[in-house]
């Protein structure tokens, strides 16, 4: 088998209110040749999908569920540039040139998504949000300001607000909060389908339900073989599979994890100024959006383990802890959950992905998109992986190769 199946989320996603996106999908018959195997049809596999079928490479995507029904239908689409790691955090362990690099690439794969995401007309409910960053136990209101010096040392723009503008502002009282910009909030389930419809309108395939159970590589390419017996040939692999990581993909640095969500019903006029994404800055954080008919999302209470049984018996108990910290943050919402649900996710030691070749193979590349940003970090992941296949390479593969230190 070349990854345990595993269930990656239960309850009801707020996604769920509408109908789920149309893709063009088909069971698979026969073997099939292509230039790119895509194993996985979420957010990764659908970006990564579209970048290499826009180059013009013959791409098939297959996943042993149906498309966009794993983690993806679970995330909540906060859209930032900024990472799990302060960047004064990042550059006191790493070094200050690294850590400017890998913002400054996110910055750049968040700017890419929304300006491809426009460009191929993708109705996803994407808009531009700005995002308050509360200062917390791990960056306090001093922690806070020297974050917004390193950040505008690296080139990002950043409002730093005391206790009073804070209070002011926004009615939240915390000692301190930095304002990023041009950040964005979407539809999770939209987006992805947008960029695999793209794909397939560029002459990529999508097959499902196939659970593709063995890869082996060769000089020439790799063949991948089915649960039924097919085999897809190919002169490349990637494995976009997300939370249930195949066998052989290195996962030193990187965990999974559990988290939790809710939204409320739609109280459009309760909504706080600008409906700026809210998140803290804490080792375990909340964080807060809106959605298109006015409904508050709110996440978090992460737990480090990823045991299913254990993860959704947990919900009720948390829905009502974020049910409560949401009214202790807004006293004049209804902080009721009328959506709840709960789902693994990754993340890793410096809050980066690992992208690029599997170490010691040539033709079988990985997307490990694990942090706080994962859609950011899988359009990055996109731009990486064509860079390799088509040979013209990227400036940025050492930062999140699986071979760096």
């Known amino acids: 088998m070349l990854s345990k199946k595993k269930d990656l989320r239960t ?15 088909e069971p698979l018959a026969g073997d099939h040749t292509a ?26 995507v297959v996943d042993r569920r149906a498309p966009i029904t794993g983690s993806t239908s679970a995330s909540t689409a906060l859209l930032q540039y900024e990472i799990d790691k302060p960047l004064t955090v990042l550059s006191r362990s790493h070094g200050a040139p ?10 750049l794969a968040l700017d890419v998504l929304r300006v491809r995401t426009t460009h191929l007309e993708i109705d996803a409910a994407m808009h531009r949000r700005n995002a308050l960053y509360l200062a917390g136990d791990l960056l306090d209101a001093r922690g806070l300001a020297l974050e917004a010096t390193a950040r505008r040392r690296a080139g990002f723009e950043v409002a730093f607000l ?55 590589e060769s000089a020439r390419g790799i063949v991948a073989k089915t649960s039924h017996g097919h085999a897809l040939r190919a002169k490349f692999v990637v494995y976009a599979t997300g939370y249930e990581l195949a066998k052989g993909v290195p996962a030193k640095g990187h965990r999974i994890a559990s988290t939790w969500a809710m ?10 100024p600008t409906q700026c994404m809210i998140w803290e800055a804490s080792e375990t954080y909340l964080y807060l959006r809106t959605t298109d008919d006015g409904r508050i999302l709110i996440g978090g209470e992460d737990e480090d383990f990823q045991d299913d049984e254990r993860r959704d018996a947990l919900l009720p108990r948390k829905t009502k802890t974020l049910e409560r910290k949401l009214l202790a943050m807004f006293p004049e ?44 970090f899988s359009m990055l992941a996109a731009q990486i992986i064509r860079g390799i296949v088509t040979g013209v390479g990227d400036p940025d593969e050492d930062l999140f190769a699986f071979s760096r230190k």
């Open 11 to 25: 309850g009801t996603p707020v996604w769920s209110v509408e109908r789920k996106p149309p893709i063009p999908h």
């Open 35 to 60: 230039d790119v195997l895509v194993i996985g049809a979420g957010i990764s596999g659908a970006l990564v999908a579209e970048a290499l079928s826009d180059a013009g490479l013959g791409v098939i």
């Open 98 to 107: 690294f850590a400017e690099r890998v913002w400054r690439r996110s910055r």
């Open 162 to 216: 005391g206790s009073k503008a804070l209070r002011e502002t926004y009615g939240i009282r915390r000692s301190a909060a930095l304002l990023g910009f041009e950040d964005a909030v979407a539809d999770p389930r939209k987006l992805a389908a947008g960029y695999l419809r793209a794909a397939v309108k560029n002459g990529a395939q999508v097959f499902s339900p196939v659970d593709v159970v063995q890869v082996e």
């Open 263 to 272: 939204a409320t019903r739609p109280q459009p006029s309760k909504l706080w």
């Open 333 to 376: 919402v209804d902080p009721t959950a009328e959506f709840s649900w709960t789902g693994n996710f990754g993340a890793s030691s410096t809050g980066t992905p690992s992208i690029g070749r599997v170490p010691r193979k040539r033709r079988t590349l990985a997307v490990l998109g694990y942090g706080g940003n994962g859609i950011t």
